[in-house]
């Protein structure tokens, strides 16, 4: 059967099924191989695309701008002071407002919320690149260089050590459950991932041979790993938190 994402929001990897992620995954290495031959792509041509950041970045920023450009659209960069999103006006008049405009929203910020509100009343197509929750396309770049470099995803055992509560650990679970990977989040149990997320991704890697396990020893987390993923000692908008981080992960 044919995979049509025509029109689709990408706002977790909890919406998608296996074959959707690993067309997604193909596609991807599809353009990649085409950028380094040369070959200019015509996909988004005519489009105009809002990249809207409440949080700075510079990977997915770029990575956004280049891709937009590289395809033929045209991105515009709207920060957190360029417009009124929640503030002046709220999130579904500005919604409405950019989708009369716009092709397609990307959105990077804090609440899983909002970016799924934006998809809800824009009319367009909606990708999350990142909030406090999820960061779903960050692991499809994962992903696709885990599958470059061992030509396959199931099986593979992928350990994760930081904090496990974070918006990596939790999209690096589901994609594993999604994909047939087997992941470790290795964590200090106080920093172990909601117990709700647990039970969801469990029931998604109860389908696919997926084994998504909690530890607390990192020696003995990553026995056995295939790759190994780490991540800053504390998220964005968690400054304060960073010294108390420090003590629990350092061991």
């Not at 031959?37 to 700075?56: H, Q, R, T, V």
């Not at 770029?62 to 709220?90: M, R, S």
């Not at 999130?91 to 970016?115: C, E, P």
Request: proline share 3%; aromatic share 6%; hydrophobic share 40%.
């Amino acid at each position: 059967m044919a995979i049509n994402l025509r029109g689709r929001s990408f706002l977790t990897l909890k919406d998608f099924t296996s074959r959707e992620i690993a067309y997604l995954l193909d596609l991807s290495m599809d353009l990649k191989r085409k950028k380094r031959a040369g070959i200019k792509g015509d996909l988004l041509e005519n489009k105009n695309i809002a990249l809207i950041f409440e949080k700075a970045s510079t990977r997915t920023r770029c990575a956004f701008t280049v891709a937009c450009i590289d395809e033929g659209a045209h991105p515009e960069f709207l920060g957190k002071n360029d417009i009124h999103l929640g503030k002046k006006e709220d999130v579904q008049d500005t919604a409405r407002v950019l989708g009369r405009m716009f092709d397609g929203i990307q959105f990077r910020g804090f609440s899983q919320k909002l970016v799924e509100d934006l998809a809800k009343h824009s009319g367009v197509p909606v990708w999350n690149g990142l909030t406090d929750d999820y960061h779903p396309t960050q692991i499809l770049a994962d992903f696709l260089t885990i599958q470059e470099e061992f030509g396959k995803l199931r099986g593979l055992k992928l350990v994760y050590l930081g904090d496990g509560r974070n918006n990596m650990a939790n999209s690096l679970m589901i994609g594993s459950a999604k994909m047939g990977m087997h992941c470790t989040i290795c964590a200090p149990e106080t920093l172990f991932p909601e117990d709700s997320l647990m039970k969801e991704v469990r029931a998604i890697a109860s389908q696919t041979g997926s084994q998504i396990v909690l530890e607390s020893d990192p020696k003995k987390a990553v026995q056995g790993a295939d790759a190994i993923y780490t991540d800053v000692w504390a998220s964005m908008g968690e400054a304060d938190k960073v010294e108390e981080r420090k003590r629990l992960l350092m061991p």
